[in-house]
């Protein structure tokens, strides 16, 4: 018999008391969940602060320099990886919303880390073979969080991107508790569950699934 879970769902009490006992988003930061959540429903696609502040935290601790994110929407989850890499950090961005992306420029700017910052605007996929082509050097970070049907996909990608011991982010690993819904059979919930399928019994990489706001798992390419 399963071990009973030790997480629980947050009400909004516990989660403003799980904000105000870690990093919380900074004003600038603030300011652009602020500037989403003006954009109505898409807003749901921001990541958590928590999650953010997690990421950040990540980049420092493994000492992350070169780190590339797969769907960027306005930007957070961007500033923060960009803050966890210090001054010397790259980090490139691949999203096809000009729009989107456009909302979040100015606050990196604001922030100081524009500068670490390659936004290219063009599927990902593309991209990602772009880099495999040109033989960009390693990454030691990467997050994904686009189209879930390609999320297999890009971790395939990453994969020959990611120095070993490289970390590989994939947000949205729950949606919503979804994958265990066997009536929702949506083109979304189906990617999701293949992926997780896929990920916990790969074996060139370690994983792990954490309670993360939507569910992040962390997989550690060997």
């Known amino acids: 018999m399963a071990a009973p879970p030790k997480s629980f769902v947050l009400s909004p009490e516990i989660h403003d ?16 969940i602020e500037a989403t959540r003006e954009l109505g429903g898409i807003s749901v696609m921001q ?8 990421m950040t935290l990540l980049a420092q ?8 994110e797969i769907g960027t929407f306005t930007g957070y989850s961007a500033l923060c990886l960009a803050r966890g890499l210090g001054e010397d950090g790259e980090l490139v961005c691949c999203d096809t919303s000009e729009e989107w992306t456009r909302v979040g420029r100015p606050f990196w700017e604001r922030a100081g880390v524009a500068g670490r910052i390659d936004l290219r605007i063009a599927p990902a996929l593309e991209t990602l073979a772009d880099l495999a082509g040109q033989g960009a ?17 890009y971790c395939e990608a990453l994969i020959g991107l990611i120095r070993p ?3 590989i982010l994939v947000d949205n690993v729950l949606w919503s508790g979804a994958v265990l819904d066997a009536s929702d059979q949506s083109e979304n919930t189906r990617a999701i569950r293949a992926f997780n399928d896929w990920a916990s019994q790969e074996q060139r990489f370690d ?10 798992t962390l997989l550690r390419v060997h």
Not at 22 to 30: E, H, K, L, N, S
Not at 61 to 68: E, S
Not at 144 to 153: L, Q, S
């Open 17 to 32: 008391y799980l904000l105000d006992h870690g990093t919380r988003p900074d004003a600038i930061a603030q300011e652009l």
């Open 137 to 153: 050097a390693p990454f030691d970070l990467a997050f994904v969080d686009a189209d879930k049907p390609n999320y297999r996909n």
């Open 207 to 216: 994983a792990v699934m954490l309670p993360v706001a939507d569910g992040l």
């Open 61 to 68: 601790v493994t000492g992350a320099h070169r780190a590339i």
């Open 47 to 54: 990541i958590a602060p928590e999650q953010g502040a997690l």
């Open 165 to 167: 011991g490289g970390l």
